[in-house]
């Protein structure tokens, strides 16, 4: 039977986290009653894929399955790719990255947003100021300032 992955998957890192990616990939499959089961695989270089993450639960070929992986590190880049087996033939993804998240700093009246982490700092966090009504967030060394996007804790 011939399964095959369509494209390489695509990551994200998810909102208001600072320790979960969201990897989406998509098999087909010649005989589309198989059932496939896709298996995240990652590592924080594209050399060292070897940490097994998150299955899916079974799917039919041809849809798109969402797999997310938490507990992972702050601010790092995260090198993936995905399994897809059919119980017959197991096939490979090309490798894909994505960074995590940094936490900002809780401020007075509200809380913080987990935002893209900046090249100024390799703190792994954001200073968050002034952000009573929306504010910036600061990076260190004077970088480019950023809305702050709050939200309520």
């Known amino acids: 039977m011939l399964l095959y992955l369509v494209g390489t998957p695509s990551g994200v890192a998810k909102e208001n986290t600072n320790d979960t990616i969201i990897v989406t990939a998509m098999a087909t499959d010649q005989d589309t009653n198989d059932t496939l089961?896709?298996?995240?695989?990652?590592?924080?270089?594209?050399?060292?894929i070897t940490t097994k993450g998150v299955s899916s639960d079974t799917t039919r070929s041809g849809t798109s399955v969402t797999l997310t992986q938490t507990g992972l590190n702050n601010n790092t880049t995260y090198y993936f790719?995905?399994?897809?087996?059919?119980?017959?033939?197991?096939?490979?993804s090309n490798v894909n990255s994505q960074k995590t998240l940094c936490r900002g700093d809780a401020c007075s009246g509200g809380g913080y947003n987990n935002e893209p982490c900046t090249d100024c700092s390799e703190t792994g966090?954001?200073?968050?100021?002034?952000?009573?009504g929306g504010g910036t967030i600061v990076c260190p060394n004077n970088c480019t300032n950023r809305k702050c996007n709050m939200f309520k804790l």
């Not at 995240?40 to 270089?45: A, D, H």
């Not at 790719?81 to 490979?92: A, C, H, M, N, Q």
Request: glycine residues 4%.
């Open 37 to 48: 089961i896709y298996t995240l695989w990652y590592g924080i270089s594209a050399d060292s």
């Open 125 to 132: 966090k954001v200073t968050c100021s002034s952000c009573n």
């Open 81 to 92: 790719t995905v399994t897809v087996t059919d119980s017959k033939d197991t096939v490979s």
